[in-house]
């Protein structure tokens, strides 16, 4: 299963804040010394999509959590509806500066999952130039 949403445009300075009073209010950060762990939910439209063809789009709300152990350079990330009818899970991979660096799981990786990385941190450039 394939879920993916339009790609987004780069956030102006002026958003970049926005989001950040965003996260603050609708995301749950947490974090050890090890690890981090972020969990949002965002309504989005989504296609299912494999080798037979693609679906109609679908309105519906996914659950994100994204989990990184600092120690390993490793994470994951995962996202599904309610009704599980929706869900996608994957790997993360990091170098030793916090740059993303390979991930696996889905087709292609989604735009909040890196927007989440990127906020706690992490260096997505790369992987979003390779994804254009």
Excluded at 18 to 37: D, G, P, V
Excluded at 82 to 102: C, Q, T, V
Aim: proline share 2%.
């Amino acid at each position: 299963m394939n879920i993916s949403n339009a790609p987004l445009m780069r956030m102006q300075e002026k958003e970049v804040n926005k989001m950040e009073n965003e996260i603050e209010n609708e995301y749950e950060i947490t974090t050890t010394e090890e690890r981090t762990i972020v969990k949002f939910s965002k309504e989005m439209t989504v296609r299912m999509s494999g080798s037979w063809g693609s679906g109609a789009p679908a309105k519906v709300k996914l659950n994100y959590i994204v989990r990184v152990n600092e120690s390993t350079n490793r994470g994951s990330f995962e996202f599904y509806s309610d009704d599980m009818d929706w869900y996608a899970e994957g790997g993360l991979w990091f170098n030793k500066d916090n740059e993303l660096s390979d991930y696996d799981g889905t087709f292609s990786l989604d735009e909040n999952v890196m927007d989440m990385l990127e906020y706690i941190g992490y260096n997505v450039n790369e992987m979003r130039e390779s994804m254009k």
